[in-house]
């Protein structure tokens, strides 16, 4: 797959760099390239991600930067058994723990929510940072839901962290996936409550909690197009019945 010339392989992360110069120059610059447009992609074509970072892992199936982003790749598009197989590679070769969220989510994905669960309960989660902890603690209760457990699904999401009034990056999802369990569960002014505490917290729009808010609230969104269109057919109509009385 042809590469932007504006694409040098300087763009990733030093720590990737740094694992890359196991590999003759040539074809680090190369995996460097693809691994740029993995990133690059990933949230808007995943599928042309996964296309770059299948050609990397081909080029260097043994870096485990690249392993890991063949999973991610393959997690974007719910290539989940594939996505599972890459991040436990990855975890084979780092020793870390940090994807270990993600391979539940994995589990899930593959109709294994018994699985996840007692991914949840495994002592690799005390080792996962302060935000690992949250992700896990969101596909837990993920897989509460998939297995029609309502109530222990919100039990699941109350925690300090869904407590607390300061702001992290997990803030929003963990608001919004509280208010979402309890509007399944028909708790619906709770969960207004909580829509609403989910937006004051989603600076940079990560959720649709906002539009989920005005849903509760009766609000409805008209198209802005065929508002002006409906307008002008309205005042063509009533200058077309002026004109009829001038004559």
């Known amino acids: ?9 300087e763009e990733i992360d030093k720590d990737v760099r740094q694992e890359l110069q196991s590999l003759p120059k040539t074809l680090a610059e190369d995996v460097a390239k693809n691994l740029v447009m993995v990133a ?20 260097a199936s043994r870096v485990a ?20 197989a890459e991040f436990r590679a990855a975890r084979r070769m780092t020793g870390t723990v940090e994807l270990w969220p993600l391979m539940a989510d994995c589990e899930r994905g593959l109709g ?32 509460r839901r998939d297995m029609g457990q309502l109530d222990a699904a919100i039990v699941t999401l109350q925690s300090p962290e869904l407590a607390s009034n300061s702001v992290q990056p997990w803030t929003a999802r963990l ?27 989603d600076r940079d729009g990560s ?9 509760l ?19 063509r109509d009533e200058q077309g019945a002026q004109d009829e009385d001038k004559d």
């Open 175 to 201: 608001r919004y996936a509280y208010a979402d369990a309890l509007l399944a569960a028909g708790r619906e002014g709770e969960a207004r409550e909580w829509f609403a505490k989910a937006v004051e917290a």
């Open 207 to 215: 959720t649709d909690a906002s539009d989920r808010l005005a849903e």
């Open 217 to 235: 609230d009766g609000v409805e969104f008209m198209d802005a197009l065929v508002e002006d269109e409906d307008q002008d057919a309205a005042a």
């Open 1 to 9: 797959m042809p590469i932007p010339e504006d694409v040098t392989g």
């Open 40 to 59: 690059r992609l990933i949230d808007e074509d995943p599928e042309r991600a996964y296309a770059y970072s299948r050609i990397a892992l081909r080029l």
């Open 112 to 143: 294994r929510p018994e699985k996840a669960l007692d991914m949840a309960g495994a002592p690799e989660v005390q080792k996962l940072d302060k935000a690992g902890q949250v992700e896990m603690r969101l596909v837990a209760a993920g897989a």
């Open 65 to 84: 930067a690249v392993r890991e982003a063949a999973g991610f790749a393959a997690y974007a598009t719910q290539k989940y058994a594939e996505a599972l």
